[in-house]
């Protein structure tokens, strides 16, 4: 293949032509950045020194210049509203809305960001007006789950089924069968205070069809049954707790007890009871079983089991209850010394969280079906944090 001349000629206009872009390039650059005003350098400045309160007060004045820079705007209300100070953001979101000639997508996008700020300073009412109004576009569906927010934070029961069903129905690959269950529960914990039996058997049926496996349910219907005085069937539903999840029978030991006593069998239900704390140790359980078997059998059997479970799954208040055992069968200086050193664990350890979040983390005294710190429903297991897993 010959070599074409001309090539030679081709290659110096072509660089040449590379060149003349770039000027116009670094041209343009240059022309942009004149136009920016010096507050934003000064911002920039600043974050890059480390000091965001005067990085925000330059870039506020940047807004106030140049009422275009609606990115800008949208930082500084992100920024404003994570730091607390919810009257600048609600002003800043505001200002945007009130523009005639913003954007379809950058109304919808400040709207979103408003609601936020109202939910942030505790304006729900103003903040689920905010959500409501985005029915459609990129934000609808965030908007659905925020007011879902809303109305477990107003404990609005029937207008979160409401929410979360449609939901589910928008996004089928998302389950709400918790969620929808617990809203049913929460339902009929309210009936079952205002004593309305049929209400509360509505509620819980509905849950259990979303969502079998919920524990709630059953301990409800325990509670209403044993309300009514049927003991045998209160029995009947709360035994069905040890086959279903047998980690949650803590939470149903006192109402089985109380079944059992009612019934003339208190015996049968220690005796149940001592059973699922050797498969499934639990200090819940620990301490109606240990209370009653000092009720119907006497200390010198307390003790024993005390120390049967001590040897099993250590943990704190098992040691509260062995030195108590040991006091009850102990004499003089001996139980004295017992019963102080009970005392002093017992004040040590009756501040400390019992329970965490499998989800954040949160620690908590009492058990929770909603933790409050990520509002995730069940996600508090019934086994205290010094409690090990059954092996």
């Known amino acids: 293949m010959e070599f074409e001349v001309w090539w030679l000629l081709a290659i110096p206009v072509i660089f040449g032509c590379g060149w003349v872009a770039a000027r116009l390039d670094l041209r343009s650059l240059l022309s942009e950045s004149r136009n920016l005003p010096a507050s934003y350098f000064r911002g920039l400045n600043f974050l890059l020194n480390e ?16 009422p275009e820079t609606t990115e800008l705007h949208f930082a500084l209300g992100s920024l404003f509203r994570r730091r607390g100070e919810t009257e600048r953001a609600i002003r800043v979101h505001q200002n ?10 950058d109304h919808e996008r400040a709207l979103y960001e408003l609601g936020h700020d109202f939910l942030k300073a505790g304006l729900l009412d103003r903040a689920e007006d905010a959500f409501g109004r985005l029915h459609t576009g990129a934000y609808a569906k965030a908007a659905q789950h925020a007011k879902l927010t809303i109305y477990q934070i107003e404990k609005e029961w029937h207008k979160a089924l409401t929410e979360a069903e449609a939901l589910s129905d928008l996004d089928p690959a998302v389950s709400y069968r918790k969620e929808i269950a617990q809203f049913h529960c929460e339902l009929a914990q309210e009936a079952l205070q205002r004593k309305d039996a049929d209400a509360v058997t509505q509620a819980l049926d509905a849950a259990l069809a979303v969502n079998p496996a919920n524990v ?16 045998e069937g209160a029995l009947r539903v709360l035994r069905t707790i040890e086959q279903q999840n047998p980690v949650y029978l803590g939470l149903a030991a006192k109402r089985l007890m109380r079944a059992y006593e009612a019934l003339g069998r208190a015996p049968e239900g220690l005796a149940v009871l001592r059973d699922a704390l050797r498969k499934n140790p639990s200090d819940d359980l620990l301490e109606i079983v240990y209370e009653k078997t000092t009720a119907l059998e006497g200390p010198d ?6 120390r049967e479970q001590m040897q099993r799954a250590p943990s704190a208040p098992g040691m509260v209850r062995l030195l ?36 954040c983390g949160f620690r908590a005294r009492l058990f929770y079906w909603q933790c409050p710190g990520c509002n995730g429903w069940e996600t508090y297991t019934p086994r205290r944090v010094d409690v090990p897993a059954a092996s």
Do not use: W
């Not at 945007?96 to 997508?105: C, E, N």
């Open 324 to 359: 108590e055992a040991n006091a009850a069968t102990a004499h003089g200086d001996t139980q004295t010394d017992l019963q102080l050193m009970g005392k002093l664990i017992t004040q040590r350890t009756k501040s400390l969280p019992r329970y965490v979040c499998d989800q």
């Open 51 to 66: 000091q965001p309160d005067k990085a925000i007060d330059a870039f506020i004045e940047v807004a106030k210049l140049d």
């Open 96 to 105: 945007l809305l009130s523009r005639h000639d913003l954007p379809q997508a």
């Open 301 to 306: 059997a307390a003790l024993k089991l005390m």
């Open 216 to 231: 709630r349910a059953p301990l409800l219907r325990g509670d209403m049954l044993l309300a009514a005085g049927d003991a």
